[in-house]
Nanobody
Framework: QVQLVESGGGLVQAGGSLRLSCAISGNIFSINYLGWYRQAPGKQRELVASITAGGSTNYADSVKDRFTISRDNAKTTLYLQITSLQPDDTAVYYC?????????????????WGQGTQVTVSS
C-alpha cells in the first residue's frame, strides 16, 4: 500500500484559486490510478479527477474547465489546481490511489486514502 497526505486546503473567496497537494510514499509501483475525491456536507463522496500511471487524465463534467490534476516527475506528489472557486466547491478533498478507482473510491484492498483537506469557499 501507499501512504497519502493531503495539504493545501483552506478558506478562499469565490473566484479564487487553490492548489492541493498529496504527498505519496510507499509502494507506488503497484498503483495505476491516482485521484482526487471530494465530499460536501450531506452529499456522497465523488471522484472529481484522476490520472493514470501513463499520464492520462479524466475529470467530472462539473469541474472539467476549472480543475487540473497533475503529478511531479518523481510521482511522489499529486496536485489538484482549482480555479474560479465556487461555494459549491466547499468540501473535504481526499486523494486516493489504487490499481483502479471507482466513482466512490479505490477498487481493491490495496487502495489507499489520504486523511482529507478542507476547502471552504465563501461567497
Amino acid at each position: 500500500q501507499v501512504q497519502l497526505v493531503e495539504s493545501g486546503g483552506g478558506l478562499v473567496q469565490a473566484g479564487g484559486s487553490l492548489r492541493l497537494s498529496c504527498a505519496i510514499s510507499g509502494n507506488i509501483f503497484s498503483i495505476n490510478y491516482l485521484g482526487w475525491y471530494r465530499q460536501a456536507p450531506g452529499k456522497q463522496r465523488e471522484l472529481v479527477a484522476s490520472i493514470t500511471a501513463g499520464g492520462s487524465t479524466n475529470y467530472a463534467d462539473s469541474v472539467k474547465d476549472r480543475f487540473t490534476i497533475s503529478r511531479d516527475n518523481a510521482k511522489t506528489t499529486l496536485y489538484l489546481q482549482i480555479t474560479s472557486l465556487q461555494p459549491d466547491d466547499t468540501a473535504v478533498y481526499y486523494c486516493a490511489a489504487d490499481r483502479f478507482l471507482t466513482a466512490s473510491g479505490p477498487a481493491t484492498d490495496f487502495g489507499s486514502w489520504g486523511q482529507g483537506t478542507q476547502v471552504t469557499v465563501s461567497s
